[in-house]
């Protein structure tokens, strides 16, 4: 079995909702009903063979390749399986989510995981702005940069960072701790092919918040 | 039968349906899951006054458990389902929450027959107030609750499996010293055999029970036939030459595993021989009529 593959091929001049490419959607499909699929509800949406070539037949795990930033809403209330995508990928990334993992080889726009509830983001480039806002619960990893507002309106989830964000006034220190939990998630990590493999110090600066929503949610900046 | 000059009775031990469960604790080291470990297993000798019977199965290194820290794995029986359940919810937050750098984890393959999942910190996690927060890695629910000296760290359920308890035999021997010596080089090889804990203090019991007594309200009392201070009065099970009785109750995952730690125990204790003062290997049971399983010593031994 291989990852079921879309592969981009012609440059995007507007942006593309990629929303109905998710494990549990593509579950029990043939390639030939998957290029046949439409991208969203649209009476004239494009087809995914208007945009993709597909190729691979274990759609419990989906590469995109050649893709974009105009990509948007990949892996949207997805609830199983693992989505890899090598490059940049667009807003709404993990939007919704139930479930599973995703992982980015390249950098994200905005909104990372918005009202994301269960499973695991990783990106090993930079996120856009309000990255993971109004999260329920769930993981996101940033290895690069963060954009403004992150974790916006969040209630419960764990950010973990390589770098310090900006700071905001609903986001409050807790100090430096050692936190045990985090040898066996970096030992989860360590067979997947993203950067976050490399990670083993479990000594992290924590923040909670969004204190404006009582959350208690957390940022883990660790160190590398 | 005879080994090494010991008379091994063709008899054998009675042993009862239990259930079962494998707890891992883990700590900052080897000293501290110790700590942990024998608070939960403490006062867990037998199911007629404690509860539970309980015991350390064996120490493991820091490559065996699930967070790299070095630990020990628990076993912990109870006559039904609803005390395990109880029991282990109540050891787990006097013990093990309330212990330094302790964490818990499930110890119980999911592949084993029968598992069912119970509570190992579903429910502890409310002492967190609010600030628990749970972490869904590998499939597997943990819940990491704010403690004082950090975070206490512990996998939501563990699995039940259905198992075996009063697997048993009696060392009969000419003095108490060699009849103590014997059962504890029976206990060093016993502790060797996976899947089985020896409950007693050391191992071992000196109380061996008959059911029944003269008081009306006791349903419990000394085994006589055994008593060694008795032999002339009762109806003794006892020759001259034996002045002191002591027992080995195992518990275990299947009846295989107590099987082969009996073999591997009583073979110990007989390597003391009859000039160390072994006379006799015994069993415990009742006609055979209470327990399913029956461990005839003779086949156990071939």
């Given at each position: ?21 998710t ?5 029990n ?6 290029k ?73 726009g ?56 900006a700071?905001?006034a ?7 701790h ?21 990670l ?20 883990l900046?660790?160190?590398? | ?31 501290w ?19 539970v ?47 330094p ?129 008795l ?34 125990g ?6 003391l021989g ?29």
């Amino acid at each position: 079995m291989t990852a079921l593959t879309f592969t981009l091929k012609t440059k995007l001049q507007s942006k593309l909702n990629c929303s109905e490419l998710t494990p549990d959607k593509l579950a029990n499909l043939s390639i030939a009903q998957i290029k046949t699929l439409t991208l969203s509800s649209n009476k004239n949406a494009p087809k995914v063979k208007d945009f993709f070539d597909v190729s691979g037949d274990d759609a419990s795990h989906i590469v995109f390749k050649n893709i974009s930033q105009q990509c948007d809403y990949i892996g949207h209330h997805m609830k199983n399986g693992q989505i890899t995508v090598e490059g940049n990928a667009g807003d709404f990334l993990g939007a919704n989510m139930r479930g599973g993992q995703i992982i980015c080889q390249g950098d994200v726009g905005d909104r990372l995981g918005d009202m994301m509830r269960r499973g695991l983001i990783l990106i090993d480039g930079d996120a856009g702005a309000y990255c993971g806002s109004r999260m329920i619960a769930g993981t996101i990893g940033v290895y690069g940069k963060v954009g403004a507002y992150m974790g916006f309106a969040l209630r419960r989830g764990t950010f973990l960072l390589t770098q310090t964000p900006a700071t905001q006034a609903t986001w409050l220190d807790c100090g430096t701790h050692t936190l045990p939990f985090l040898s066996l998630m970096f030992n989860s990590f360590k067979s997947l092919d993203s950067k976050f493999a490399k990670l083993s110090n479990t000594r992290v600066q924590r923040w909670m918040g969004d204190a404006s929503q009582n959350g208690t949610g957390e940022i883990l900046i660790v160190h590398r | 039968m005879n080994l090494n000059g010991v008379q091994i009775d063709d008899t054998f031990a009675e042993a009862f349906n239990m259930r079962g469960t494998r707890v891992i604790i883990t700590a900052q080291n080897l000293k501290w899951a110790y700590h942990a470990a024998s608070a939960m297993t403490g006062f867990a000798t037998s199911v007629i006054g404690c509860g539970v019977e309980a015991g350390i199965e064996r120490e493991l290194s820091a490559d065996e458990t699930p967070d790299n820290r070095p630990g020990v794995s628990i076993l912990m029986f109870a006559m039904g389902s609803k005390v395990l359940m109880q029991q282990l919810e109540t050891r787990m937050g006097q013990c093990i929450l309330t212990c330094p750098t302790a964490a818990a984890f499930n110890g119980v393959d999911s592949k084993m027959p029968e598992v069912e999942q119970i509570s190992l910190g579903k429910h502890l996690r409310y002492f967190g107030d609010g600030y628990q927060t749970s972490k869904l890695i590998a499939g597997k629910r943990y819940w990491r609750i704010p403690v004082m000296d950090g975070e206490f760290l512990t996998e939501e359920t563990t699995g039940m499996v259905r198992a075996i308890g009063g697997g048993n035999f009696l060392v009969l021997a000419a003095s108490q010293p060699q009849a103590l010596a014997a059962c504890e080089a029976a206990i060093e090889a016993m502790k060797k055999v996976p899947n089985v804990i020896m409950p007693f203090p050391g191992g071992v019991v000196r109380s061996g029970s008959k059911v029944g007594s003269k008081y009306p309200k006791l349903f419990a009392s000394s085994n006589d036939a055994f008593c060694p201070t008795l032999k002339g009065i009762v109806k003794t099970a006892l020759s001259d030459d034996i002045e002191s009785v002591m027992e080995i109750v195992i518990d275990g995952m299947t009846f295989e595993d107590i099987a082969r730690s009996m073999k591997v125990g009583i073979e110990a204790a007989c390597s003391l021989g009859s000039k160390g003062g072994i006379k006799r290997i015994s069993a415990g049971n009742y006609g055979g009529k209470l327990g399913p399983h029956h461990f005839k010593l003779h086949e156990i031994l071939k």
